[in-house]
């Protein structure tokens, strides 16, 4: 992504954190495909997938620092 350029490390690991520590959404296996996806709103979900493809930590790592 274009942000992974201009944004700072610093400032892509606070707004990860900030997207799971708000977010009720979850990490599951999607029996069809096996992928991993997020589970919950749809406006959660599509912010979790924006982070993750920033290539930010993931959303488990960060909440279990909370």
Avoid: H, Q, W
Wanted: charged fraction near 25%; include cysteine; glycine fraction near 4%.
């Amino acid at each position: 992504s274009m942000l992974n350029t201009v944004l700072s490390r610093p400032l892509l690991s606070l707004f990860n954190a900030a997207i799971a520590v708000n977010s009720t959404a979850y990490e599951d296996e999607e029996k069809e495909t096996g992928k991993r996806v997020f589970v919950g709103s749809k406006t959660e979900t599509a912010l979790l997938n924006f982070a993750k493809e920033l290539g930010c930590v993931s959303t488990s790592r960060v909440l279990a620092r909370f």
